[in-house]
């Protein structure tokens, strides 16, 4: 069976692009590129919008804000465009932007185009012709975690990235700007988001040390070489990209890191195929971390119940917008439930004291 390459489908309704002001746009700043033009959408994702363009035989990648967007510095096309340009030179998996468009008479919104990198890309059910057995799951693991300790190795001050963030008390100021989050973007009555709050400001560990951080990254923000499913040929979504503790950025990845034995309402939240046979274990993730990069890990429980309570944030905000109104997408009617099973688990680890 051949192997599903990740596909792009019809527009999903509301969110269409003006496809005449863009051809224009493409044609003006892309002259070299021939061809008619058809935009297709990228149907996953819960935030910033992603197109599939192609002008003739050449196919590009557009990224715009979400529409009913109201959290303005969480959309920044300008920054994630800025950040990809750099990176994409001393960081082979960051695909290489062509362009960005701040004229709203365009569509509407800041927008950037892209190369596009063609690969599987994983999620809850794995793609049709793709098996994986139990040495690849672990390898596709390994190299999971490999190409994050990678990414903290690059060095963004020779890369011209020192101004993608303020690494200095990024602990701190993450803790307390999800707590802010969350806190603006409440919808329903979850004590165990308050509790875990608490507790994570009650145990913030020293600052481990300042690094170019992805702050998404999982499966399905990785695309797969289709003849070697253990290689990642690139990494995607750098919307929250910033310079921060490495140790955050690895405790976003164990969050979104499902095991075989996890409670059941979290298994069914699984954005990706994490508790395949063969598959790392949390505590395995870490130990591969350590290895990869050459930095002790002294807290995973902090970074793991950090990593659960802001991707319940993140969540929170994007069901927030389906709950006010600001969007009609029927993949967020169910969010709050996810929120409160990420909650859940994060009160269940510190109550054991383990990831």
């Not at 693991?141 to 690059?154: E, N, Y």
């Amino acid at each position: 069976m051949t192997v599903e390459l990740d596909q792009a489908t019809r527009v999903r309704p509301g969110e269409e692009l003006n496809s005449a002001a863009l051809e224009s746009y493409l044609r003006a700043h892309l002259p070299q590129i021939a061809g008619p033009l058809s935009v297709e959408q990228f149907p996953h994702g819960h935030s910033n919008l992603t197109y599939l363009i192609r002008l003739g035989t050449t196919e590009l990648v557009l990224r715009r804000p979400p529409f009913g967007n109201t959290v303005q510095t969480a959309h920044d096309m300008s920054r994630e465009y800025r950040a990809l340009t750099k990176l994409s030179a001393v960081f082979g998996p960051a695909p290489q932007p062509h362009l960005f468009c701040d004229d709203l008479g365009v569509l509407g919104a800041p927008f950037y185009v892209m190369e596009r990198r063609r690969g599987v890309i994983l999620r809850k059910a794995l793609p049709p012709g793709v098996v994986i057995d139990a040495q690849t799951a672990g390898r596709l693991g390994q190299s999971l975690i490999d190409t994050l300790a990678r990414l903290h190795a690059v060095d963004y001050q020779a890369a011209g990235l020192a101004d993608l963030g303020k690494p200095v008390g990024y602990v701190a100021r993450q803790v307390t700007g999800w707590i802010e989050r969350y806190s603006k973007a409440r919808t329903d009555d979850l004590p165990a988001m308050e509790r875990v709050a608490r507790w994570l400001a009650e145990h913030m560990p020293p600052e481990s040390g300042a690094a170019v951080i992805h702050n998404d990254y999982k499966y399905d923000n990785v695309v797969l070489d289709p003849n070697d499913l253990t290689r990642i040929i690139a990494v995607l979504d750098w919307e929250m990209a910033t310079l921060g503790d490495p140790l955050m950025d690895l405790g976003t990845t164990l969050g979104y890191w499902i095991e075989a034995g996890d409670p059941e309402p979290l298994k069914l939240a699984r954005l990706g195929p994490t508790m395949l046979k063969g598959s790392l274990s949390r505590r395995q993730l870490v130990e591969r971390y350590e290895q990869a990069s050459g930095h002790e890990v002294p807290d995973p429980l902090f970074y793991y119940c950090f990593g659960l309570f802001k991707i319940a944030v993140i969540i929170q905000q994007i069901y927030a917008r389906f709950a006010r109104g600001k969007t009609n997408d029927p993949r967020f009617a169910e969010l709050n439930d996810v929120v409160t099973v990420m909650s859940r688990q994060a009160e269940r680890s510190i109550e054991a004291g383990t990831v």
